[in-house]
């Protein structure tokens, strides 16, 4: 009878199946999903001032939004139109007590009438969540101006300032920066040549046989 | 409104995050099956492991570097996906956006990350190549890295308390499937192969040792998968019954469905085809059925791409 080398392997399935460590790994992991935990959504909008509906007697100066989770103020935008068109914001920034609360000081000229805002805020995990929602600044609401008071009678005017916010907190500094773009498409280029070459541009080799580990 | 029609529930959002896991699997898997069942299969089962190592290792090692070329064109589409998820296509691929997008937020250091020991792995590789053992190294390092990427950039970092533990279980989670999927395709496409094709000894012999080097491998990296999978399920669904009342439950519940077809070929080949190696005849039944293994996990790392754009229950 001829003996293979393979019938020394321990091909067999395991005499003594260590089952009690399986039961008791087994039993903590249900354990652990029966234990209640406060899981999370995506980021949603909390509360916001000035309100969704909110009927305003006096002129705001700037938006503030919480959210239900961190926001990443990098990407998240917001945007205020007006009667008029586009209302100018400051760059946006985040609340130094919660990094939740995002806020948006205005600076464009107010006139009474409805406002809508349209937001949209990232979360750490990079899921985008959107949402608009609209205002009302009575006719002589405080901090108005007179001019501006009467502005709301005229026809609006098409020349209104665009929101610095229109692409996030982006600055002109960050414009020099498409070296960037350049520079991931040139490694990510650098990658597949590399791969390409060692794949497909060299003469196979004879492989040695025998080596250790 | 902002909306850009496009989104990280997108088909083609979940399609780049799905052909990135293949990449990470590969990758992951090259390591494992170098480090960890090449290793058991020279110590423990002389001397038909010693007779394939140094073959295997190599041509491991190239098929690390497409594993590799696959991440980076992932990589570049994830980063275009995402861009167009938050700015729109108008603004996708301004300048502006994309440093926006990689300096400010921690999606982008997760993504940064990723090409960087991306950059390290294939360095590895190529070095692994030409039979280097700090290559080896290097990309075991690049891989450990590029497994802890997916939760920088998931629901782990966004996870509000257990932060940094839920993003060190989301990396043995992604270690867990890589080293036990991942091995198993260097298992099929390289091992199998490589023991058939020798011609100073007996295959059917190398198969059997390769099969029980990979066997306890896979049986450790499955268990890496389920506890820490059973962790993620607990920190985002909060109570039993989301599972089935929530969105994210219920893709989670067909994720472990599917699942659960990859742990039954699994174990008809360990309990079924394993017994029976011993000639080449066993080993092609085996190579079928692990093939057939492998195929329906893409699937589960397809439902995964959806899952973890998917919002957890409040």
Known sequence: MVHHSWDRLPLRWPRR???????????LLALVLLLPNPAFAHGALKSATPGEGDTLSVAPGELRLTFTEA????????DLTGPNGPVALAALALDPDSATVLVGAIEGRLV???YTVNWQAVGADGHPVRGQYSFIIESGARGLTMAENSAATQAPTPAAPTNTNAVGTVTPESTGSSTLAWLIAA???GIIGVVGFQLFGRRPQPEDAGEDV | MFDPGFSAESPLYAAVRWLTFMGLVGVIGVVAFRLVVLWMMCHKWEPA?????APAAARAARFGLGAVAVLAVALVLRLYAQSYAIFGGSHALDSESISALLSGTTWGWGWLLQGAAALVALAGFVMAEKDSRMGWTLATLGVIALAFTPGLSGHAVATPELTALAVLTDGL?????GGWLGSLLLVVVVGIPVALGRTDGDRGATVGALINAFSPTALFFAGVVVSTGVFAAWLHLGTVPALWESAYGRTLLLKLAVLSIVFGTGAYNWLKVKPSLGDEA????LRRSATLELGVGVVVLAITAVLVATSPPE
Request: no cysteine.
């Open chain 1, 187 to 189: 490694v990510v280029l």
């Open chain 1, 71 to 78: 926001v990443e103020l990098a990407v998240s935008r917001l």
């Open chain 1, 17 to 27: 199946v260590p089952l009690r460590p399986a039961v008791l790994f087994a039993s």
């Open chain 2, 282 to 285: 066993a080993a092609g039944r």
């Open chain 1, 112 to 114: 009474p009438g409805t």
């Open chain 2, 49 to 53: 492991g010693r007779a394939i190592v």
């Open chain 2, 173 to 177: 989670h992604v270690l867990g499937a």
